[in-house]
């Protein structure tokens, strides 16, 4: 089993719907989650952390059940410019970090 | 925001050449800089973690005298591709932390595409 688990996608959405993202992971000593953005041929940008109790910024709203060991992304009316891959991260480490990364979850907004 | 550079952003080598990635905190001291690779449509995937002074620390199956890896100032880190084979052409990306504990946050290089023919 992948230690972090997502939906490659695509997911195929058009301009100002709502999606949502959702991820597992499989070490329950987890410290801290994370989204990140990917687009082609890039690096990953730090999207946002996500907190037990959730948090949300701007359009975007991240869940984290540690009970179930799921994290969620929810993105409101989407943009053109959200297009891209949204990789879920897990902290795997009390020390040092140890940030394991999902495969990631592509999104294509379209017009 | 915290920037971090990478250099070079792309290289292409012959089979049995050595490559040297860097790795630079443009505006701030990177105590802990770590080394991923990606290969296409996978997943980034951390090769070590190396802390200023110190002697990097190495995932599970990373060869630590092929992937050489120098941490010598708290603004650069160079990742050292020894005797590069066609099977590690990969991007390679580089991210520094204040302190890679905790949940400090990680930033990001641009990644260095390397190409081994």
């Known amino acids: 089993r992948k230690e972090v688990e997502q939906d490659p996608g695509p997911f195929n959405v058009p301009e100002g719907a709502t999606v949502a993202f959702n991820c597992t992971y499989s070490?329950?000593?987890?410290?801290?989650f994370f989204w990140y953005r990917q687009d082609c041929r890039k690096e990953p940008k730090l999207l946002m952390s996500?907190?037990?109790s959730g948090n949300e910024d701007g359009r975007f709203t991240a869940q984290l059940n540690r009970a179930s060991q799921y994290i969620s992304l929810l993105i409101r009316d989407s943009k053109l410019s959200d297009s891209a891959t949204y990789l879920c991260?897990?902290?795997?480490?009390?020390?040092?970090?140890?940030?394991?990364f999902g495969t990631g979850t592509r999104l294509l907004v379209s017009p | 925001g915290a920037v971090v550079s990478q250099h070079p952003s792309w290289v292409i080598c012959k089979s049995g050449t050595s490559v040297k990635i860097e790795c630079r905190s443009l505006?701030?001291?990177?105590?802990?800089m770590f080394w991923y690779r990606q290969f296409p449509k996978q997943s980034l995937m951390l090769m070590a973690t190396?802390?200023?002074?110190?002697?990097?620390?190495?995932e599970q199956g990373v060869e630590k005298d092929k992937f050489l890896i120098n941490h010598a100032s708290l603004t650069l880190s160079t990742l050292t591709v020894t005797s590069a084979h066609p099977e590690d052409s990969s991007f390679y990306i580089c991210?520094?932390?204040?302190?890679?504990?905790?949940?400090?946050?990680?930033?990001f290089g641009p990644g260095t595409r390397l190409t081994v023919l």
């Open positions: 991260v897990v902290n795997v480490n009390t020390g040092f970090q140890k940030l394991v």
């Open positions: 070490n329950s000593a987890s410290q801290s």
């Open positions: 996500v907190y037990s």
């Open positions: 991210s520094a932390s204040n302190s890679g504990r905790g949940t400090d946050t990680q930033y």
């Open positions: 190396s802390n200023e002074g110190s002697k990097a620390t190495y």
């Open positions: 505006d701030f001291q990177a105590t802990t």
